[in-house]
């Protein structure tokens, strides 16, 4: 499918329009599913991706579903992606591993490197042969995404008009806005990947939107993509440091020296990171949301009766 194709196009209806993005994510990741035996490492990946855009898409229609049926259908698309968590965890944390003991500087003796090499390619092969058993994720994931998209395209929202559309984009970005403060005030994992959360989801719903200024919005877009890379980063650090500790892969100075080299790429990275948090998120939520008003409005508009008016 062309990225293009992940936004609004300038002569359908903003409601429809959410709807055929939605449409279109569930037959990719239907699609992905059925055909993942070749790549089975980048096709979870991949879908987990495109259920995120699924939900994103939903979350601009958040006004127009209500709050209760809203929750369900993200609640119910969230539980899919679910099913891969832990096989998209074990691939991140094995890439996140190799860069650790890539660094010149970390000094590991090549006993304690390879024990970590070893149980993190383990767990991730014992994990990944869950893809071809009896109870086959990709299989449950086919047959939910099949279900939750009869249950949303035979119910669709009402209702869906541009201010219930931005006041969900201004929502997530509000969203957003408030999560910095408390990452940057505690910087724990837990408040750092919320964070990230919310980031991404603003990142995918500016791509939804990006019809309404691109030459404006294509730099934000790029933005949020690369603070987004920058609190995964952070996040797949964590969650190796969490799984090396849980786990007694290695003691004594070897594990001193690794849980060292994590703490500082985790500082060095979060410094980054909150520099240009800071940035995305200077407006307030509610000069956001004029700003977003007037550019619809403008790619709306019959250039003629502007110039009568």
């Not at 229609?61 to 209500?66: A, E, K, M, V, Y």
């Not at 383990?122 to 994720?137: A, M, P, Q, V, Y």
Request: proline share 4%; charged share 30%.
């Amino acid at each position: 499918m062309r990225k293009r194709d992940f936004q609004l196009r300038k002569q359908e209806r903003p409601g429809d329009g959410i709807i055929r993005i939605i449409h279109e994510q569930i037959n990719l990741a239907c699609n992905i599913c059925k055909e993942y035996q070749a790549h089975p490492e980048e096709s979870v990946h991949e879908i987990r991706k495109t259920i995120k855009k699924i939900r994103s898409a939903i979350r601009l229609l958040r006004f127009s579903l209500g709050e209760k049926r809203f929750h369900e259908e993200n609640n119910k698309f969230g539980n899919i992606s679910l099913l891969l968590a832990e096989l998209r965890k074990s691939d991140a944390l094995q890439d996140t591993l190799f860069i650790i003991l890539g660094r010149p500087d970390i000094d590991l003796p090549l006993t304690a490197g390879r024990r970590l090499k070893k149980f993190f390619r383990e767990h991730k092969r014992d994990l990944f042969h869950t893809l071809t058993d009896d109870n086959n994720r990709l299989t449950l994931c086919l047959q939910q995404l099949n279900t939750a998209k009869t249950q949303l395209l035979n119910n669709p929202p009402s209702g869906t008009i541009q201010n219930t559309i931005l006041s969900g984009f201004v929502k997530t970005y509000q969203s957003g806005r408030r999560r910095l403060k408390k990452a940057i005030r505690n910087p724990s994992a837990e408040y750092n990947h919320s964070l990230r959360k919310a980031v991404k989801n603003l990142w995918y719903e500016a791509q939804i939107l990006r019809m309404l200024w691109p030459i404006v919005l294509n730099p934000f877009i790029r933005s949020l993509d690369r603070l987004g890379h920058q609190l995964g980063i952070d996040h797949d650090l964590a969650e190796l440091e969490a799984a090396i500790k849980e786990n007694n892969i290695i003691r004594g100075k070897p594990l001193e020296k690794v849980l060292n080299m994590v703490a500082q790429q985790r500082k060095r990275i979060q410094r980054s990171a909150w520099k240009l948090a800071l940035k995305i998120y200077a407006e307030k939520p509610s000069s956001f949301s004029r700003r977003m008003e007037a550019y619809w409005k403008v790619e709306k508009t019959n250039i003629n009766s502007l110039l009568n008016s």
